[in-house]
Every structure is written in structure tokens, then in C-alpha cells.
């Protein structure tokens, strides 16, 4: 059985940091693409930050230059670190995983997911 579990949410002011993990089980393709999603109260869920079992990456233009995502795979863990958090940051973050390496931010293309973990960000 496949789990993802994130961890790491919490309330900061902005432009503080966080850094959101998801530890991965049961999840033992070769080839995979693994992304963090957010969605806000009243608003569909979003792809922000992706990568692959070859290391390459993609994110939002909302996130582009603040956010990054790295893995450990020794760890089988995924990590999103948040830097210059804003309010509109403000969302439950999900992790998700698709057996194919090609990146892609759909949501409707990922066949497992995590339970989210809540940010939320202060003015």
C-alpha cells in the first residue's frame, strides 16, 4: 500500500520560512514525478512544485524563486522549503505521487496523495 504523510505546517508571519516534508512508503517505482500542491479556502487545488526520479524540477510562477523542492530518496522523504512566505501562501500543502517521470503540475494526473498538512501566513 502506497502512503504519503506530510508534515512541517504551521502559522508564521511573513516572510518567514517553513519547511514542509513528505514521507513516502510503499512507493517503489523506478521512475516517478513527485509534486506539492496547495489549495486555499474557496479555491481549486494547485500545482506548485514538482520533481522527478532524474532530479529535474518546475514550479508555479507563484512560488518560482522562494519555494524549492528537493528529495531524499534515501529517506524515501520529499521536502518543500518556503522562504519569504506571504499571506496568500495561506493553504493546505498536499503532497503527490505518479509512477512516470515526466513532469506536470495537473492534479488529475497523480494516483496517490497525502492527508495535507495546514500553512498559514500572517500579515
Known amino acids: 500500500e502506497v502512503r504519503l504523510e506530510e508534515s512541517g505546517g504551521g502559522s508564521v508571519q511573513a516572510g518567514g520560512s517553513l519547511r514542509l516534508s513528505c514521507r513516502l512508503s510503499?512507493?517503489?517505482?523506478?521512475?516517478?514525478?513527485l509534486t506539492w500542491f496547495r489549495q486555499a479556502p474557496g479555491k481549486s487545488r494547485e500545482g506548485i512544485a514538482a520533481t522527478t526520479s532524474e532530479s529535474t524540477t518546475m514550479y508555479a510562477d507563484s512560488v518560482k524563486g522562494r519555494f524549492t523542492i528537493s528529495k531524499d530518496n534515501a529517506k524515501n522523504t520529499l521536502y518543500l522549503q518556503m522562504d519569504n512566505l506571504q499571506p496568500e501562501d495561506t493553504a493546505t500543502y498536499y503532497c503527490a505521487a505518479r509512477p512516470f517521470p515526466q513532469l506536470t503540475l495537473d492534479r488529475d494526473r497523480y494516483n496517490y496523495w497525502g492527508q495535507g498538512t495546514q500553512v498559514t501566513v500572517s500579515s
Open positions: 510503499g512507493f517503489t517505482y523506478q521512475y516517478y514525478c
